[in-house]
């Protein structure tokens, strides 16, 4: 339903998901000049060429969103809705630590490596997926203390 705020939570979090796999998430730079501009799916290279070493980015990301959107959908159980709230975090989380270790491959000696802003979304999106969850358990809380009244 739309109306309830986790569902607003779970869709903020989703757009953001998508920000982040349409916008450069890192640059890399030698003495000042760029080297390479790191997406979701791809390394931009300054030579024109795309390298793809970077797209298990992408995948997690992108099964993110999708379940992300699923989530948004279940919500008849709240149980399950709040289970692929805490999953779709790990997943993120995952993005990250694979986030930072191919920062930290592809840079190599003498390369400095430069946050994006797209690569900031995915942290907001936690913090939407956090409260969506909170809100979710506040539903069910209201639910269960009503089935006990009647």
């Not at 030579?47 to 992408?58: E, N």
Request: charged letters at 15%.
């Amino acid at each position: 339903m739309i109306q309830r705020k986790q569902t607003l939570f779970m869709l903020v979090a989703v757009v953001l998901s998508i920000l982040c796999l349409s916008l450069p998430i890192g640059t890399f730079m030698n003495e000042g000049m760029r080297v390479a501009t790191e997406y979701n799916l791809w390394l931009y290279t300054m030579q024109g060429t795309r390298q793809f070493t970077t797209c298990p980015l992408f995948v997690i990301l992108l099964l993110s969103t999708i379940l992300g959107i699923y989530t948004i959908f279940a919500y008849h159980n709240r149980v399950i809705q709040a289970r692929l709230c805490t999953f779709n975090m790990l997943l993120i989380v995952g993005w990250y630590i694979l986030f930072t270790v191919f920062s930290q491959i592809l840079g190599g000696k003498g390369v400095e490596f430069q946050m994006e802003i797209g690569s900031g979304a995915p942290a907001f999106a936690i913090a939407m997926y956090f409260l969506a969850y909170k809100a979710i358990w506040a539903d069910e809380k209201l639910v269960r203390a009503a089935d006990r009244i009647r």
